[in-house]
């Protein structure tokens, strides 16, 4: 199986960035520890703070993989571009993800133009909740 973890701004901050809402675990580390985890599957991950590259990648790797995983970050709140370009890949199976309960934060972040174009979304586990993809992706 082949899925491609996308992440979106400011990710790459994590560990440090807000730790009381993202946590001190570095998402680079953890995206590390998961590939050596799930070593049977061929797992890729990538992170931009640009839009456009975001883009590139959903449009690079959605041709070839069997799933996506994609934490926009603050685009999912924002961006109808990268919400197209999830509904042009042909993969379908595409999971929104976000390391925070973004239910339980402020108004804005309620609202997702990712979320109508993935199979589900998964919030609030903290880092876990790209795990609990993979897994879901698994059974
Ligand atoms: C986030 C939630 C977004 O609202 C925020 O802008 C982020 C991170 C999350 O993983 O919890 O950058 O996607």
């Not at 001190?24 to 050596?36: G, I, P, T």
């Not at 571009?81 to 595409?94: G, P, Y």
Request: proline share 2%; glycine share 6%.
């Amino acid at each position: 199986m082949k899925i491609a973890i996308i992440n979106g701004p400011n990710l790459n901050l994590v560990g440090t960035r807000e730790p009381d809402i993202y946590g001190r675990d570095s998402l680079n580390d953890y995206m590390v520890w998961l590939k050596q985890k799930y070593a049977a599957i061929d797992l890729t991950y990538f992170q931009s703070n640009i839009e456009g590259e975001i883009i590139d990648e959903i449009q690079k790797r959605g041709e070839h993989v069997d799933a996506i995983i994609i934490n926009a970050g603050a685009y999912t709140h924002t961006s109808i571009a990268i919400a197209d370009a999830l509904k042009a890949v042909k993969t379908k199976s595409i999971i929104e993800v976000h390391i925070s309960n973004v239910y339980a934060r402020e108004h804005y972040r309620r609202s997702s133009y990712i979320a109508p174009v993935c199979m589900g979304s998964i919030c609030g586990f903290g880092l876990k909740s790209y795990e609990l993809a993979i897994l879901s992706l698994l059974n």
